[in-house]
């Protein structure tokens, strides 16, 4: 990496993001593709560019990510706290504004575990009374 890129990790339910923040136009890679070509739905991309979008930061910098584990939506959020996170090691500063939109905080959902006896964590098999 280059010596003037700025990283932090991010995480999401099972997914864990390593983002790399350098100084560029605004191209995002993610595991060597582009975001485009690596989440299909809008929303995911919508979500991954918030913290550049409210920082005003979208063409300042290239973004490099590798992200593995859980679903799309989770590794979403994970690279979108990923690229918060990096961007509080660019600029102290910007605390204010990602804190108060909720981008610093990890998202402590995950999914519950499944119960012995039971179809799932919280659904029970059909009980019949007669």
């Known amino acids: 990496m280059p010596e003037s890129s700025y990283y932090a990790t991010g995480k999401r339910k099972n997914a864990v993001a ?9 191209k995002v890679v993610i595991n060597k593709r582009s975001v ?3 989440f299909s739905r809008e929303t995911d991309t919508m979500v991954l560019r918030q913290p550049l979008a409210l920082t005003d930061t979208q063409d300042q910098f290239d973004v490099l990510v590798t ?5 799309t939506t989770g590794q979403a959020g994970a ?7 990096a961007l509080l ?3 102290p500063e910007l605390r204010q504004t990602l804190k ?9 959902r995950k999914k519950e575990r ?6 799932g964590a919280r659904a029970r098999f059909q009980y019949s009374k007669r």
């Not at 108060?100 to 402590?108: M, V």
């Open 114 to 119: 499944k119960k012995y006896g039971q179809r």
């Open 100 to 108: 108060r939109a909720g981008l610093l905080t990890r998202d402590p």
């Open 18 to 26: 390593r983002c790399w923040l350098t100084p560029g136009n605004g």
């Open 89 to 91: 090691v660019f600029n």
């Open 36 to 38: 485009e070509q690596y």
């Open 79 to 85: 690279i979108r706290h990923g690229i918060a996170r």
């Open 67 to 71: 992200v593995a584990g859980g679903g």
